[in-house]
């Protein structure tokens, strides 16, 4: 018989080595360290070396996770990786890491819902594990977004940052997921978008015109008013009041998005997990990492319940609502 529920078993992340602060950029951008810190609440920002890929920090972040289980690769059935960075168009990143994992068979393959990437694997997974068809798996979100920034915009170049987190997920009679709720509208396509793809978009400009094209104020308030609506629905799906809540886990784009959502969900700061000073956006990376450190820091405790929650391009958004 089919687990009721999936479980997240253990956690893991990567960051490359090479930390940009708001001073660093200060030096080569029109900004100010006031300025990204009273607007985003970001202090510093990982960037991966040249040649590190989205697939180096996923490899990494997955084996410390099935370290942390006691798992091996091979006994993973299923693999699940959010990222709108994939190191080359095909095969996808998820297949990359399979094999570097050695865990060779099992399905493998790659959502890009932009930030929401990490939260829509994980509410994919947790079906294939609620029906049966994986008993063990891994969901990854992990990026190198740095690698579409245009330095010179300083609109969207102080905002971002490159990271890997995953989970091992299993089945189990307890719980586990309660509910995971996943969106999107293709009508804002405009306001945070990146045009060139295979298919269309190449350009003349320098790198393609391979870069984030973002409408920063109308992002921020759709999503501040979508991300309400969906911790609601969440909390409704899992038959959960606001109150049991032991921690909110958030996509870490921006502070002042954060403490909007917290407010509503009437949540002190100090049940929110913020990594977005140290980690800067991590786009599909960043709800991951910011778990992992919750769990190693010590802060979430098993039994306590979490609801993690992103919005990003697409628009896509998405919710999970479970038991750590
Ligand atoms: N440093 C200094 N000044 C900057 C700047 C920077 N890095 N970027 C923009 N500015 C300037 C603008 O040019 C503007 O100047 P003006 O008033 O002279 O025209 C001023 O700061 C205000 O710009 P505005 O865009 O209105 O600021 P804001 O308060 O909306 O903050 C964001 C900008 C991007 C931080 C904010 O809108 C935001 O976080 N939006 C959501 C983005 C997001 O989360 N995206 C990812 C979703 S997954």
């Keep these: 018989m089919a687990p009721i529920y999936s479980r997240i078993v253990a956690t893991g992340s990567a960051l490359p080595e090479r930390v940009l602060t708001n001073a660093d950029l200060e030096k080569f951008v029109d900004t100010s360290d006031e300025w990204i810190r009273s607007r985003t609440g970001i202090r510093q920002r990982h960037i991966a070396a040249d040649g590190e890929t989205t697939g180096d920090l996923s490899t990494l972040a997955a084996q410390r996770a099935l370290d942390a289980a006691g798992i091996k690769a091979s006994e993973i059935d299923l693999i699940v990786l959010g990222t709108t960075t994939p190191d ?68 969207t170049c102080v905002l971002f940052g490159d990271g890997a987190g995953a989970v091992v997920l299993e089945g189990s009679s307890e719980p586990g997921i309660y509910a995971t709720c996943l969106h999107a509208d293709g009508g804002h396509k405009e306001l945070l978008y990146n045009p060139v793809g295979v298919s269309a978009g190449f350009t003349d400009e320098p790198n393609h015109g391979v870069r984030i094209r973002m409408a920063g104020r109308e992002v921020f308030k759709v999503a501040v008013k979508t991300l309400d609506a969906l911790v609601e629905e969440t909390l409704s799906a899992g038959g959960m009041d606001a109150a049991q809540l032991d921690w909110l886990i958030p996509h870490q784009a921006n502070l002042r998005i954060i ?38 820091s010590g802060k979430v405790k098993r039994g306590q319940n979490l609801l993690l929650e992103a919005f990003g391009g697409g628009f896509t958004w998405a919710s999970a609502l479970l038991r750590y």
């Excluded at 168009?89 to 865990?103: D, E, K, M, N």
């Excluded at 939260?119 to 990854?140: E, H, M, N, P, Q």
């Design 88 to 155: 080359i168009i095909f095969p996808s990143t998820a297949c990359l890491v399979q094999h570097r994992l050695g865990a060779n068979g099992c399905a493998a393959f790659d959502v890009n819902a932009a930030c929401s990437g990490f939260v829509y694997a994980l509410g994919v997974a947790d079906k294939f594990i609620k029906t049966g068809s994986a008993k063990k798996a891994l969901v990854i979100g992990a990026e190198t977004l740095t690698r579409m920034i245009d330095w010179n915009e300083r609109e």
């Design 259 to 296: 403490e909007a959502t917290a407010k509503r969900l009437n949540m002190s700061m100090e049940q929110v997990i913020v990594t977005v000073d140290q980690h800067a956006n991590t786009s599909a990376g960043s709800v991951p990492l910011a778990l992992d450190h919750a769990v190693r």
